[in-house]
């Protein structure tokens, strides 16, 4: 049974699941029905990051433009242009043994597509979630559903993964940053 998880929780993955190499990472969100009329394109990226919290270079940034880190630890399934529908709108596969050293985080955001000329943000945005499944048996490990209520943000951290002395933990960070990816980039070093 999945862990379902508050915000600033962290939790064993690797530890508590001997073994554990490709994972499924699954994001979803539901749009409500005030959204001004404008269709939502959410879109998720990943940052791979050093200690120090920031990209080593720009392929450490994978997103709808980028699918597949060079290391071929993180590949980016596709982005949904509308979030409709039950599940996973989008979804990450992460291979574990893959992630080179000097990766200490990997980090999960979540960003509204041209929110600021569609006058957009997450207070228009309900029912997000991350989910981290174990890609072999299907089985959801860890929940983490957003329940805090941004109200002008356009960029949220949902969830990290993080070594810790060798193993794997998951982080639900579920922060929010105005700016969209443009400001999220910048502020895990990449050159946007």
């Known amino acids: 049974m999945a862990i379902s998880l508050k915000k600033g929780q962290k939790v064993d993955l690797t530890k508590t699941n001997p073994g554990l190499k490709n994972i499924l990472i699954g994001l979803g969100w539901d749009t409500n029905k005030y959204d001004g009329g404008k269709d939502f394109d959410l879109d998720s990226s990943v940052f791979l990051l050093t200690g120090e919290g920031k990209v080593r270079n720009d392929d450490d940034f994978v997103f709808y433009g980028n699918l597949k880190h ?49 006058k957009q943000n997450f207070g228009q945005v309900e029912n997000a979630f991350i989910r981290v499944v174990n890609e072999a048996t299907g089985e959801e490990l860890i929940r983490y559903d957003l329940g805090e209520d941004f109200s002008i943000e356009t960029a949220v951290v949902i969830g990290e993964l993080y070594r810790n002395k060798g193993e794997w933990k998951f982080n639900a960070i579920g922060s929010g940053f105005s700016g969209g990816l443009a400001s999220l980039g910048k502020n895990y070093g990449v050159n946007v």
């Open 70 to 118: 060079v290391s071929g630890a993180v590949e980016h399934l596709g982005d949904n242009l509308t979030g409709a529908g039950e599940g996973d709108d989008e979804q990450i596969k992460i291979d574990l043994s893959k992630v080179p050293e000097g990766i200490e985080k990997i980090d999960f955001t979540v960003t509204i597509y041209e929110a600021e000329e569609r």
